[in-house]
């Protein structure tokens, strides 16, 4: 039907069936800002549109009832390609950044500013009731409305956005609009949905209903009859090729245990089959025409069923070694079955597939019964972590096709290299053959450093040469992506009554769901990340991780860390309960300082030795003071409602800033031929600013503004080699290659000009805004002539810096996270009142970024904390498969007064002297708020998520 | 989807009567969001009013009024204003309609304890006609029909709680008191109206939102 409305203020004529989603007819008609988070759940506001002078999610109105609609979506606050002022300001406060939903973001602030022009905090708070932010936290949309409050009262904005760091330096440390942001806020197509061509074929994944059975056979002739079908992928017929889906270094710390679609499905929406069909509907129809006969099997569903005597086994085929084989592999396969897929290792993770074990550490230092036996008191506790999903607002995609022979994946991936590599191994095809161009990211938080889609969606592109796009539905999602690895941490901890912590054991078992990506890498992390903070001598843990039949389990920012923190941190704070002393002072005993020698990170590599180093540059003891002090420490607040008690409570947290000795980060700049610059960055920006932070590398080193820059980044055909965007890299690593690659230049550009000004190059130096001067003779010579000349038709060749970089040094950052916590003891409800995280993070190169990533990440703590739970039924099937079951924190759940705080520490070996900052910030909020309900009401919740049912429950309430 | 648009109230139950099996489609929160698949839906927005105003005595509330309109009016009873808010979304609120909430007798339901403890008279088109009937007879599922609109007392005290683990989560218990009425729900157990204990009269069960013994201790402090 055609329906006649106003959009964007011009007539239109909309077409589609009267039934069709509003938003997708939109977004079809081009207005390609109006996006879907949540397949028309009418949660995340990605799709929101003001519809008739109100605000609509435009997934649930039909067409039809649009006909004589005003509509206005957020292409129609654009003049030409402008933005408008709520545009610009929420660039400029840093909350865009991986953006899915920033057009719609902006056209509720303008909406509300049309409205009620001098809105405060609490109109902000109900306009954006409905919009789901996941990356950078809700607090800095405050800080927009008041900057374009301020922009039109006085001209120019008048609230610190963020402080601003290094004097010296004319761009590092200070806030400038992230250098896409403008593309971003106004909805430009960037994103993989974006590329898909109308000749486009779908992939359809047939999903296990099961969570553990084998599958006898499939019969899908009548499927592959049908009519628009291309083709139908099974365990039968794909390749015999073994892999794994952790986005990780070569040769990979994860079991190389699964195929395309293998024959034992092990959770819940385990692929079954892959059906190429030219629509859903054919595909759907496909799907039902498969007839599949299963073996259903027990499910093991906790590491308490993993671990039990005789219990079922998730994986029993044959194991092999890749290096460092065991003796008796012979006898121990022995008892495999054959059928089964087999279980491969790179080198030894000290697994036994035969007891569900997919991999195992441990290590210490010191004398730990000594310790316990010099302790006053000991805590023995046991925490539980549950399995939060990413929830990015744009779910797993990607999109391929063949051109010239090569296989071309547009990819929203946070490892464009790792997926090329393990797309090429697959398709049993070299990586020259395949192209991957990461497109925008609409959220990652690690689980995009999964290859979870594109291997599949590659391998029938290749096959059939078709087009093909692939999107996961939300449901899948929740039951067939990745999730935290849930984990159970037993912490035995003893102190003196002066405060000194004696010993510190950590039992950590940890579930990978059924297949072992990151089995050793992420739970690692619970005591990788933590035990190294403690100057402790005597420390030791056992790390054992299981498989089951659950949701897949991979990385998630934090890795184990923010679990590994709940479970210390509690335990901490306990012991000291325990010996009557005060937690932030027994804290501070027993905390490292710069220069301390960490042993402890012997028996720490991941899978292989460590070295042992000093703490680096450290703001911890800084942080503590700080929070402590905003906080009001030792204060006890008084709610005036005997029913709400208010409690306080922190952790002390560090991370790391990629994997020194596993990552590697190259870039290229180039000198264009009018006198600027495009970066060629390895790296992945996901929305945190990466590419920004390459371009000021460059524009502080060739003293150029950041509008001369362009970055191109995650390409594998035009970039050169990145491990990616994942373990609190990015910033380290593949910014340090860019400052490295624009090092590289100006000394290239220097010498070119030394010989075309006929100067001596030690006399050169490059000045502001983009020349080279002599400081001998005055003289000076443009970017643009230097460049013109070496590139003309006598010239010595196109100038081009790259730079790599791989380093042995760890950039450790640190931090101290505070929360406030009333909780109400009649009813069980919970608020955080308060919540200030200080963290050092080197020196922040995009501040306001950096404030927003920590402010995304607390978010995502307290919801992990406090709200989100996956449920699983008796046989394992999810029953949480909607952001609205799962329990998502939005805008009311913002703590009342949110504050971060970087504090100013200069690293040795970061660039420009900066450290991570994202990945950390998820570590202290559990700990914290934890710690603050204890503080509050007496008693200590030691699993996630802490729900007011189960304060009242040790409250003894019922 | 085929979405039928009837213009008058008596076009939309001869479309009823031919399609009995299509829900009223009035929000479409609920009919047209994720999970709910229908060969046909009547559109009653053309049909049914959405006004809000008062007589002497009452307050007249139309069946298609949306939960922020309900929300924002000073005429609606503030126990009904309370419950409105309990829907967290501006957009949704926007959208979801005060006839669409009820119709669904929702154990989790939004305005279910306000509805029953301010007891409007429930106004419905049926096959035989316009009829009247209580909101708790409506509820319980004693009346049925196409609901035209909701008639308050007006000037009604009161208010609504709700207790849920965030403000999008649905809620695990909710209850409203108007004078000396009280009504309460519980997620999976039912929803009962009468005296201050009447809570008691719940079936309680366990679900996603919480233990039967969770819900059953909250009712018993809610008031
Ligand atoms: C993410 C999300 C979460 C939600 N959570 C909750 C929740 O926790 N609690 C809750 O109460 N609701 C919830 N809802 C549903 C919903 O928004 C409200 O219940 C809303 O009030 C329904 O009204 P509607 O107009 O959108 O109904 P529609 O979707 O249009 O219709 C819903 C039902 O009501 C019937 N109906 C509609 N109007 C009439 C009428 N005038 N006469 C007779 N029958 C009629 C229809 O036949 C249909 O069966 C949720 C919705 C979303 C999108
Ligand atoms: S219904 Fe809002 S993004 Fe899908």
Same mark, same amino acid.
């Given at each position: 039907?055609?329906?006649?409305?106003?959009?964007?203020?011009?007539?239109?004529?909309?077409?589609?069936?009267?039934?069709?989603?509003?938003?997708?007819?939109?977004?079809?008609?081009?207005?390609?800002?109006?996006?879907?988070?949540?397949?028309?759940?009418?949660?995340?506001?990605?799709?929101?549109?003001?519809?008739?002078?109100?605000?609509?999610?435009?997934?649930?109105?039909?067409?039809?009832?649009?006909?004589?609609?005003?509509?206005?979506?957020?292409?129609?606050?654009?003049?030409?390609?402008?933005?408008?002022?709520?545009?610009?300001?929420?660039?400029?406060?840093?909350?865009?950044?991986?953006?899915?939903?920033?057009?719609?973001?902006?056209?509720?602030?303008?909406?509300?500013?049309?409205?009620?022009?001098?809105?405060?905090?609490?109109?902000?708070?109900?306009?954006?009731?409905?919009?789901?932010?996941?990356?950078?936290?809700?607090?800095?949309?405050?800080?927009?409305?008041?900057?374009?409050?301020?922009?039109?009262?006085?001209?120019?904005?008048?609230?610190?956005?963020?402080?601003?760091?290094?004097?010296?330096?004319?761009?590092?440390?200070?806030?400038?609009?992230?250098?896409?942001?403008?593309?971003?806020?106004?909805?430009?197509?960037?994103?993989?949905?974006?590329?898909?061509?109308?000749?486009?074929?779908?992939?359809?994944?047939?999903?296990?209903?099961?969570?553990?059975?084998?599958?006898?056979?499939?019969?899908?002739?009548?499927?592959?009859?049908?009519?628009?079908?291309?083709?139908?992928?099974?365990?039968?017929?794909?390749?015999?090729?073994?892999?794994?889906?952790?986005?990780?270094?070569?040769?990979?710390?994860?079991?190389?245990?699964?195929?395309?679609?293998?024959?034992?499905?092990?959770?819940?929406?385990?692929?079954?089959?892959?059906?190429?069909?030219?629509?859903?509907?054919?595909?759907?129809?496909?799907?039902?025409?498969?007839?599949?006969?299963?073996?259903?099997?027990?499910?093991?569903?906790?590491?308490?069923?993993?671990?039990?005597?005789?219990?079922?086994?998730?994986?029993?085929?044959?194991?092999?070694?890749?290096?460092?084989?065991?003796?008796?592999?012979?006898?121990?396969?022995?008892?495999?079955?054959?059928?089964?897929?087999?279980?491969?290792?790179?080198?030894?993770?000290?697994?036994?597939?035969?007891?569900?074990?997919?991999?195992?550490?441990?290590?210490?230092?010191?004398?730990?019964?000594?310790?316990?036996?010099?302790?006053?008191?000991?805590?023995?506790?046991?925490?539980?972590?549950?399995?939060?999903?990413?929830?990015?607002?744009?779910?797993?995609?990607?999109?391929?096709?063949?051109?010239?022979?090569?296989?071309?994946?547009?990819?929203?991936?946070?490892?464009?290299?790792?997926?090329?590599?393990?797309?090429?191994?697959?398709?049993?095809?070299?990586?020259?053959?395949?192209?991957?161009?990461?497109?925008?990211?609409?959220?990652?938080?690690?689980?995009?450093?999964?290859?979870?889609?594109?291997?599949?969606?590659?391998?029938?592109?290749?096959?059939?040469?078709?087009?093909?796009?692939?999107?996961?539905?939300?449901?899948?999602?929740?039951?067939?992506?990745?999730?935290?690895?849930?984990?159970?941490?037993?912490?035995?901890?003893?102190?003196?009554?002066?405060?000194?912590?004696?010993?510190?054991?950590?039992?950590?078992?940890?579930?990978?769901?059924?297949?072992?990506?990151?089995?050793?890498?992420?739970?690692?992390?619970?005591?990788?990340?933590?035990?190294?903070?403690?100057?402790?001598?005597?420390?030791?843990?056992?790390?054992?991780?299981?498989?089951?039949?659950?949701?897949?389990?991979?990385?998630?920012?934090?890795?184990?860390?923010?679990?590994?923190?709940?479970?210390?941190?509690?335990?901490?704070?306990?012991?000291?309960?325990?010996?009557?002393?005060?937690?932030?002072?027994?804290?501070?005993?027993?905390?490292?300082?710069?220069?301390?020698?960490?042993?402890?990170?012997?028996?720490?590599?991941?899978?292989?030795?460590?070295?042992?180093?000093?703490?680096?540059?450290?703001?911890?003891?800084?942080?503590?003071?700080?929070?402590?002090?905003?906080?009001?420490?030792?204060?006890?607040?008084?709610?005036?409602?005997?029913?709400?008690?208010?409690?306080?409570?922190?952790?002390?947290?560090?991370?790391?800033?990629?994997?020194?000795?596993?990552?590697?980060?190259?870039?290229?700049?180039?000198?264009?031929?009018?006198?600027?610059?495009?970066?060629?960055?390895?790296?992945?920006?996901?929305?945190?600013?990466?590419?920004?932070?390459?371009?000021?590398?460059?524009?502080?080193?060739?003293?150029?503004?950041?509008?001369?820059?362009?970055?191109?980044?995650?390409?594998?055909?035009?970039?050169?080699?990145?491990?990616?965007?994942?373990?609190?890299?990015?910033?380290?690593?593949?910014?340090?290659?860019?400052?490295?690659?624009?090092?590289?230049?100006?000394?290239?550009?220097?010498?070119?000009?030394?010989?075309?000004?006929?100067?001596?190059?030690?006399?050169?130096?490059?000045?502001?805004?983009?020349?080279?001067?002599?400081?001998?003779?005055?003289?000076?010579?443009?970017?643009?002539?230097?460049?013109?000349?070496?590139?003309?038709?006598?010239?010595?060749?196109?100038?081009?810096?790259?730079?790599?970089?791989?380093?042995?040094?760890?950039?450790?950052?640190?931090?101290?996270?505070?929360?406030?916590?009333?909780?109400?003891?009649?009813?069980?409800?919970?608020?955080?009142?308060?919540?200030?995280?200080?963290?050092?993070?080197?020196?922040?190169?995009?501040?306001?970024?950096?404030?927003?990533?920590?402010?995304?990440?607390?978010?995502?703590?307290?919801?992990?904390?406090?709200?989100?739970?996956?449920?699983?039924?008796?046989?394992?099937?999810?029953?949480?498969?909607?952001?609205?079951?799962?329990?998502?924190?939005?805008?009311?759940?913002?703590?009342?007064?949110?504050?971060?705080?970087?504090?100013?520490?200069?690293?040795?070996?970061?660039?420009?002297?900066?450290?991570?900052?994202?990945?950390?910030?998820?570590?202290?909020?559990?700990?914290?708020?934890?710690?603050?309900?204890?503080?509050?009401?007496?008693?200590?919740?030691?699993?996630?998520?802490?729900?007011?049912?189960?304060?009242?429950?040790?409250?003894?309430?019922? | 989807?085929?979405?039928?648009?009837?213009?008058?109230?008596?076009?939309?139950?001869?479309?009823?009567?031919? /399609?009995?099996?299509?829900?009223?489609? $009035?929000?479409? #929160? =609920?009919?047209?969001? !994720?999970?709910?698949?229908? &060969?046909?839906? +009547?559109?009653?927005?053309?049909?049914?009013?959405?006004?809000?105003?008062?007589?002497?005595?009452?307050?007249?509330?139309?069946?298609?009024?949306?939960?922020?309109?309900?929300?924002?009016?000073?005429?609606?009873?503030?126990?009904?204003?309370?419950?409105?808010?309990?829907?967290?979304?501006?957009?949704?609120?926007?959208?979801?309609?005060?006839?669409?909430?009820?119709?669904?007798?929702?154990?989790?339901?939004?305005?279910?304890?306000?509805?029953?403890?301010?007891?409007?008279?429930?106004? /419905?088109?049926?096959?035989?006609?316009? $009829?009247?009937? #209580? =909101?708790?007879?409506? !509820?319980?599922?004693?009346? &049925?029909?196409? +609901?035209?609109?909701?008639?308050?007392?007006?000037?009604?005290?009161?208010?609504?709680?709700?207790?849920?683990?965030?403000?999008?989560?649905?809620?695990?218990?909710?209850?409203?008191?108007?004078?000396?009425?009280?009504?309460?729900?519980?997620?999976?157990?039912?929803?009962?109206?009468?005296?201050?204990?009447?809570?008691?009269?719940?079936?309680?069960?366990?679900?996603?939102?919480?233990?039967?013994?969770?819900?059953?201790?909250?009712?018993?402090?809610?008031?």
């Amino acid at each position: 039907m055609e329906v006649r409305c106003t959009l964007n203020g011009r007539n239109a004529i909309l077409r589609g069936n009267g039934d069709e989603r509003l938003r997708d007819v939109l977004y079809r008609s081009g207005c390609t800002s109006v996006r879907d988070s949540d397949d028309a759940e009418g949660f995340t506001g990605s799709d929101t549109v003001i519809f008739n002078g109100i605000l609509r999610y435009s997934n649930l109105i039909p067409l039809v009832r649009a006909e004589g609609a005003e509509i206005m979506t957020a292409e129609g606050l654009l003049d030409g390609r402008e933005p408008n002022d709520v545009q610009e300001a929420i660039v400029a406060a840093g909350v865009v950044q991986s953006a899915y939903n920033s057009p719609a973001m902006a056209l509720v602030l303008t909406y509300l500013l049309k409205i009620r022009p001098e809105a405060g905090r609490e109109d902000v708070k109900r306009f954006l009731s409905g919009m789901f932010v996941r990356d950078a936290g809700y607090e800095n949309f405050y800080l927009a409305v008041r900057l374009v409050q301020e922009k039109r009262k006085y001209g120019e904005y008048r609230s610190e956005i963020a402080p601003s760091f290094r004097p010296g330096l004319s761009v590092i440390g200070k806030p400038a609009a992230k250098i896409d942001g403008r593309a971003l806020v106004t909805g430009e197509k960037l994103y993989v949905e974006d590329r898909v061509t109308p000749d486009s074929y779908v992939l359809h994944v047939l999903r296990s209903p099961f969570a553990h059975a084998v599958v006898r056979s499939i019969d899908a002739s009548e499927a592959e009859r049908l009519d628009g079908v291309e083709a139908v992928y099974t365990a039968f017929n794909v390749p015999d090729v073994y892999y794994m889906q952790a986005g990780q270094g070569n040769p990979e710390p994860s079991p190389y245990d699964r195929k395309l679609i293998n024959r034992k499905v092990r959770h819940q929406g385990d692929r079954v089959a892959a059906i190429v069909a030219r629509d859903e509907e054919t595909a759907m129809k496909a799907a039902s025409l498969i007839r599949v006969e299963y073996q259903p099997l027990e499910p093991v569903l906790s590491v308490e069923d993993a671990m039990r005597d005789g219990a079922p086994l998730v994986h029993n085929g044959i194991v092999e070694y890749v290096s460092g084989a065991p003796d008796d592999l012979d006898a121990y396969n022995s008892s495999a079955d054959p059928d089964e897929e087999k279980v491969i290792y790179q080198f030894p993770l000290h697994a036994d597939i035969r007891r569900n074990i997919a991999a195992s550490a441990h290590g210490g230092i010191g004398d730990i019964e000594k310790g316990f036996a010099e302790a006053d008191a000991i805590v023995d506790e046991t925490y539980r972590t549950s399995q939060p999903q990413c929830t990015p607002l744009e779910p797993h995609v990607c999109f391929g096709h063949i051109e010239n022979g090569r296989l071309v994946l547009n990819a929203s991936t946070q490892v464009p290299y790792h997926v090329r590599r393990i797309v090429a191994r697959v398709c049993q095809i070299p990586e020259h053959k395949v192209h991957v161009i990461k497109e925008k990211v609409g959220g990652g938080y690690g689980s995009k450093q999964d290859i979870l889609v594109e291997d599949l969606l590659g391998y029938c592109v290749w096959k059939t040469g078709k087009p093909i796009y692939y999107r996961n539905t939300r449901a899948e999602e929740f039951y067939a992506n990745s999730t935290r690895h849930p984990m159970r941490i037993r912490v035995k901890m003893g102190g003196k009554k002066d405060g000194t912590i004696t010993a510190i054991y950590m039992d950590v078992r940890a579930n990978t769901g059924p297949y072992g990506n990151h089995c050793l890498t992420v739970p690692m992390n619970a005591s990788s990340k933590t035990l190294p903070i403690f100057r402790v001598d005597n420390m030791y843990y056992d790390l054992i991780t299981y498989y089951t039949n659950c949701p897949p389990a991979g990385a998630y920012q934090g890795y184990g860390a923010p679990k590994g923190y709940f479970a210390i941190g509690s335990a901490l704070g306990e012991l000291a309960m325990k010996l009557g002393i005060d937690p932030l002072e027994m804290a501070k005993r027993n905390m490292v300082e710069e220069g301390y020698m960490l042993e402890i990170l012997k028996g720490l590599g991941e899978g292989r030795e460590g070295a042992v180093v000093p703490v680096g540059s450290c703001g911890l003891r800084e942080a503590l003071d700080k929070g402590a002090e905003m906080i009001g420490w030792g204060r006890k607040e008084e709610s005036g409602d005997p029913d709400w008690k208010i409690g306080k409570g922190f952790a002390m947290i560090q991370q790391g800033s990629g994997l020194p000795g596993l990552d590697h980060s190259n870039c290229q700049v180039k000198l264009l031929t009018d006198g600027t610059f495009v970066v060629l960055s390895g790296g992945a920006d996901l929305g945190t600013g990466l590419d920004t932070i390459s371009a000021k590398c460059v524009a502080e080193i060739l003293k150029v503004p950041m509008s001369d820059v362009s970055v191109v980044s995650g390409d594998t055909d035009s970039c050169l080699f990145d491990t990616g965007a994942y373990a609190s890299s990015g910033t380290y690593f593949s910014a340090s290659a860019s400052l490295n690659a624009a090092m590289d230049l100006k000394q290239k550009m220097l010498h070119e000009a030394a010989l075309q000004m006929d100067e001596d190059e030690k006399d050169l130096e490059v000045m502001a805004p983009g020349l080279v001067h002599s400081v001998r003779t005055g003289r000076k010579l443009s970017y643009y002539e230097l460049s013109h000349t070496a590139t003309s038709g006598t010239g010595r060749g196109a100038l081009i810096g790259t730079g790599s970089f791989s380093t042995p040094n760890f950039a450790v950052p640190y931090g101290a996270h505070f929360a406030q916590v009333a909780v109400n003891v009649r009813t069980g409800e919970i608020r955080v009142q308060k919540f200030y995280a200080l963290q050092d993070a080197g020196t922040p190169i995009n501040p306001e970024l950096a404030m927003c990533q920590m402010y995304g990440a607390v978010m995502k703590s307290i919801g992990h904390t406090l709200y989100e739970d996956l449920v699983l039924d008796k046989d394992g099937r999810c029953l949480t498969t909607t952001f609205t079951d799962y329990g998502v924190p939005m805008i009311e759940e913002a703590p009342d007064d949110f504050k971060a705080v970087l504090i100013d520490i200069n690293d040795q070996y970061g660039p420009f002297g900066a450290k991570s900052i994202s990945e950390i910030a998820c570590n202290g909020a559990a700990p914290a708020i934890a710690m603050a309900i204890a503080d509050a009401t007496g008693a200590w919740v030691r699993s996630w998520p802490i729900t007011g049912e189960k304060v009242l429950r040790a409250l003894g309430r019922f | 989807m085929r979405i039928h648009i009837p213009q008058s109230i008596a076009e939309a139950m001869s479309m009823r009567k031919e /399609l009995p099996e299509a829900p009223f489609f $009035a929000g479409g #929160t =609920v009919v047209y969001a !994720l999970g709910h698949s229908y &060969d046909d839906a +009547i559109d009653i927005s053309k049909a049914v009013g959405s006004e809000i105003f008062h007589t002497m005595r009452h307050v007249h509330i139309g069946a298609m009024a949306s939960l922020e309109k309900i929300r924002l009016s000073e005429l609606s009873p503030k126990v009904l204003r309370d419950a409105a808010s309990f829907c967290p979304s501006l957009q949704q609120r926007n959208a979801a309609t005060i006839g669409g909430n009820a119709a669904q007798r929702r154990d989790d339901g939004y305005l279910t304890a306000a509805l029953l403890a301010s007891d409007p008279t429930v106004v /419905l088109m049926t096959e035989e006609g316009k $009829a009247e009937a #209580t =909101v708790s007879d409506y !509820l319980a599922g004693r009346a &049925d029909g196409l +609901i035209l609109e909701f008639v308050f007392r007006k000037n009604l005290p009161g208010e609504a709680r709700r207790i849920g683990r965030s403000s999008h989560a649905h809620m695990a218990v909710s209850g409203a008191r108007v004078g000396d009425a009280y009504a309460y729900t519980a997620s999976s157990s039912g929803f009962a109206s009468g005296g201050k204990d009447c809570w008691q009269e719940l079936g309680f069960k366990d679900d996603l939102l919480g233990s039967a013994d969770y819900k059953r201790y909250l009712l018993s402090v809610m008031f």
